[in-house]
Antibody, heavy 118, light 107 residues
Framework: EVQLVESGGGLVKPGGSLRLSCAASGFTFSSYSMNWVRQAPGKGLEWVSSISSSSSYIYYADSVKGRFTISRDNAKNSLYLQMNSLRAEDTAVYYC???????????WGQGTLVTVSS | DIQMTQSPSTLSASVGDRVTITCRASQSISSWLAWYQQKPGKAPKLLIYKASSLESGVPSRFSGSGSGTEFTLTISSLQPDDFATYYCQQYNSYPCAFGQGTKVEIK
């Protein structure tokens, strides 16, 4: 059974940093691209970042470029999102999602809440 | 960047109704479009990929069509479990944008 479990969310002050993790199991993690998607309270889905299976290709939304860094450790079946210079508008539930063989974002974690507030 | 626009934003329907949601891309995305269902407090669930391919395990009452810039998600006979918010997403190019969502409510 495929499982994606996010962790690392919490309350942080504006300008602070946080590192999210996503532990994957039940599939060959090293073969698939991975993604972060966020959802602000009461709002829609916003794509944040994607990383290819071997980390060769990395993409960011303009809203986080230069502040967030996506990475992965295939030996540990883990995906990460380092978030720096956090702003109030970064407050959201952050989901990790895996690509499928032919489809995008076919498995999702349960999400982790990040709250940026003083 | 490609923008995705869904309509309507909210849809009121009854059990058994045929429901159609439209998604428009600001430029051609071929068939690189996915549809997701999200219920309150839950992660999104992939329903349709490549515009019309049904994800494994998804009921056949869900179908997708379209190519280029115009796409539709159809629920042939709305069931109680289908009341949720639906999102389209283009994955033709980065940034892979989502539509703003369509909430399907009970009439």
């Amino acid at each position: 059974e495929v499982q994606l479990v996010e962790s690392g969310g919490g309350l942080v002050k504006p300008g602070g940093s946080l590192r999210l993790s996503c532990a994957a199991s039940g599939f060959t993690f090293s073969s698939y691209s991975m993604n972060w998607v966020r959802q602000a309270p009461g709002k829609g889905l916003e794509w944040v970042s994607s990383i290819s299976s071997s980390s060769s290709y990395i993409y960011y939304a303009d809203s986080v470029k230069g502040r967030f860094t996506i990475s992965r450790d295939n030996a540990k079946n883990s995906l990460y999102l380092q978030m720096n210079s956090l702003r109030a508008e970064d407050t959201a539930v952050y989901y990790c999602a895996s690509d499928g063989d032919y489809s995008p974002f076919d498995y999702w974690g349960q999400g982790t809440l990040v709250t940026v507030s003083s | 960047d490609i923008q995705m626009t869904q309509s309507p934003s909210t849809l009121s329907a009854s059990v058994g109704d045929r429901v159609t949601i439209t998604c428009r891309a600001s430029q051609s995305i071929s068939s690189w479009l996915a549809w997701y269902q999200q219920k309150p407090g839950k992660a999104p669930k992939l329903l349709i990929y490549k515009a019309s391919s049904l994800e494994s395990g998804v009921p056949s009452r869900f179908s997708g069509s379209g190519s280029g810039t115009e796409f539709t998600l159809t629920i042939s006979s709305l069931q109680p479990d289908d009341f949720a918010t639906y999102y389209c997403q283009q994955y033709n190019s980065y940034p892979c944008a989502f539509g703003q969502g369509t909430k399907v409510e009970i009439k």
